[in-house]
């Protein structure tokens, strides 16, 4: 089974950065397509990013231009760094394999 396990969350002032991890155990990793999503409190999880096995990436209009998605294939690893964070961006981010999630990692932002 695969297991995701994320990292990296913790608090920042608004305009700070971040840069989350997920880390893929497995053999397919390089294959996927993987995913980052978050859910704020009381809100439904929402899309944030994807990166496609080829390197192709789209975001959601709220991160785009402030957040990036990549991979490290060799590593069975995928990034997100957060640039010009604001309070809106506190939630739990969740990053996606298939059918599989990890347990997630909080981000706050607050001053």
């Known amino acids: 089974q695969v297991q995701l396990v994320e990292s990296g969350g913790g608090l920042v002032q608004p305009g700070g950065s971040l840069r989350l991890s997920c880390a893929a155990s497995g053999s397919i990793f390089s294959i996927n397509t993987m995913y980052w999503y978050r859910q704020a409190p009381g809100k439904q999880r929402e899309f944030v990013a994807i990166?496609?096995?080829?390197?192709?990436?789209s975001y959601a209009d709220s991160v785009k231009g402030r957040f990036t998605i990549s991979r490290d294939n060799a590593k069975n690893t995928v990034y997100l760094q957060m640039n010009s964070l604001k309070p809106e961006d506190t939630a739990v981010y969740y990053c996606k394999m298939a059918a599989d999630w990890g347990k997630g990692t909080l981000v706050t932002v607050s001053s």
């Open positions: 990166i496609t096995s080829a390197g192709g990436t």
